[in-house]
């Protein structure tokens, strides 16, 4: 966002938007830039957007509450404290960050236990010289995530996918100087099917809503399309971690492809040590101080947010998931994020400006 809000945009800004008068952000949840470039031929809009040969990198993990909240707060994880999908709490429960409830099997909401703003304290559209418009889903509009993530942002909510460009043009019409929209099918598919037909049927269908976006922009706007993430299908490929790693934990964290592990007090270094002679060969396996001293997270954390972190990390580099049966909707998902591979990394940062004009 500060490089989009600065006077003089940085040179690694697509040129298209560079010049550009008013801006609007799309965020394709899931979109990684490998998979866009393997199917090009789907996505002729997209394709022929500048930047398309100059790919960004997520955070790390690469999983849609850390990574969104970078977006909209230009600050890595390390500093705005999303750290996770499931963050321990400091009464020892779990926050879903997501859906906002703590708990395990019988979870609560917790936007009285867990304000947004304690939580997550960076302000979003920070340079922003006035209140920045939102479309997104009309559902998204009272979560404890949109509170964390947007701030107290005004939401033009939309139902269906056809709702966006009408809103964005809406807005752009008034004079927005930057609009800021979000979109999530394209995740949603990689979940419920992997990377398949399904996929590339939705690829093609974000494709025609970008190009409806371009064609509702008045002249000197432009449109950047970025995600938050890429995908790696695992299907059934999950393990359940043994009986000699679990003697050591007291719960698990995180998400399939970047599971923290919370040691029994005590066993923190004999749980790295076990953890690593069995996995060690498919994941990058991490003690916490690691993860912070090799910045994964994007520098130092401050006290109050490293006991939002486990003591062992499993990060696969292969393609699998390791599976917490305490959260059983990961039983069901095929395709999968949060790793450091660079399907999961790698995202588009792509500009285009009206009437196919999109520049080089």
Not at 157 to 162: A, E, F, K, L, W
Not at 203 to 219: F, H, I, S, Y
Not at 225 to 232: E, I, P, R, S, W
């Amino acid at each position: 966002m500060p490089a989009l809000f600065a006077p003089d945009r940085p040179s690694w800004i697509p040129e298209p938007v560079r010049s550009a008068t008013q801006v609007v952000l799309l965020v394709i949840d899931g979109l990684g830039w490998e998979q866009l470039r393997s199917r090009l031929d789907l996505a002729p809009t997209l394709a022929a957007a500048a930047g398309i040969d100059a790919p960004i990198t997520s955070v790390a993990p690469t999983t849609t509450a850390c990574a969104l909240t970078s977006i909209t707060t230009g600050r890595p994880p390390a500093r705005h404290g999303m750290l996770g999908y499931r963050l321990a709490t400091e009464d020892g429960r779990l926050l879903n960050t997501l859906r906002w409830v703590v708990g395990t099997r019988h979870e609560d909401d917790a936007r009285v236990q867990c304000p947004a703003t304690t939580v997550q304290r960076c302000t979003p559209f920070p340079g922003a010289l006035q209140p920045v418009p939102v479309v997104s889903h009309a559902e998204f509009g009272v979560t404890g995530f949109t509170a964390a993530h947007l701030g107290d942002a005004p939401l033009y909510g939309y139902r269906t996918p056809s709702g966006i460009p009408v809103e964005i043009g809406r807005l752009v019409a008034a004079g927005e100087p930057f609009v800021y929209a979000y979109y999530d099918g394209i995740d949603k598919v990689a979940h419920a099917h992997g990377l398949g037909d399904h996929f590339d049927a939705e690829l093609a269908a974000v494709d025609r809503l970008v190009a409806d976006v371009v064609a509702v922009l008045p002249p000197e706007t432009a449109l950047v399309v970025t995600a938050d993430h890429g995908q790696v299908e695992v299907g059934p490929r999950v393990e359940l971690l043994g009986s000699a790693v679990m003697a050591g934990v007291r719960f698990l964290a995180g998400e399939g492809r970047f599971r923290w592990l919370h040691a029994v007090p005590g066993a923190a270094d004999d749980l790295f040590e076990v953890a690593s002679a069995l996995h060690a060969s498919t994941a990058w396996v991490r003690r916490r101080d690691e993860i912070i001293d090799e910045g994964w997270l994007g520098g130092s954390l401050g006290a109050d947010l490293v006991g939002r972190l486990g003591d062992v990390v499993l990060a696969p580099f292969e393609a699998i998931a390791f599976l917490d049966p305490a959260d059983t909707g990961e039983t069901r998902l095929a395709g999968r994020h949060g790793s450091l591979t660079s399907a999961e990394m790698l995202v588009p940062l792509l500009a285009l400006r009206t009437g196919g004009n999109i520049g080089s």
